[in-house]
């Protein structure tokens, strides 16, 4: 399995930009990875998710045309640029792996569709 390691939390205001880095090690990168987050007393929700070659990308609804999700196989990382940032955006954000190549359809947005996992980042959005 992939060991991922995230990073580039931290405070913004809203309306602010961050971006997060997930740096990847251990087996190969020729996998969909995904970002997920999780608020305190919910649930882990699923962000976006993008192929191997980062030719396909999918997100849910409430970041599109906020958020993208990139990755670069060179240095094997996979990035999540947020703009446009809200109070409701803050949550501890998670790097995920599947062990396929391509996007999981359709269970792509569960969590059990991931068989690895970063420590995850907090980032926090003032108002």
């Known amino acids: 399995q992939l060991q991922l390691v995230e990073s580039g939390g931290g405070l913004v205001q809203a309306g602010g930009s961050l971006r997060l880095s997930c740096a990847a090690s251990?087996?190969?990168?020729?996998?969909?990875m995904g970002w997920f987050r999780q608020a305190p007393g919910k649930e882990r929700e699923f962000i976006a998710t993008?192929?191997?070659?980062?030719?396909?990308?999918v997100y849910t609804d409430s970041v599109k045309g906020r958020f993208t999700i990139s990755r670069d196989n060179a240095k094997n990382t996979v990035a999540l640029q947020m703009n446009s940032l809200k109070p409701e955006d803050t949550a501890a954000y998670y790097c995920?792996?599947?062990?396929?190549?391509?996007?999981?359809?359709?269970?792509?947005?569960?969590?059990?569709?991931?068989?690895?996992w970063g420590q995850g980042t907090q980032v926090t959005v003032s108002s």
């Open positions: 995920a792996a599947t062990d396929t190549p391509y996007i999981r359809m359709p269970n792509y947005k569960s969590p059990d569709a991931y068989v690895s």
């Open positions: 251990g087996r190969t990168f020729r996998v969909a």
């Open positions: 993008i192929n191997w070659t980062g030719g396909s990308t």
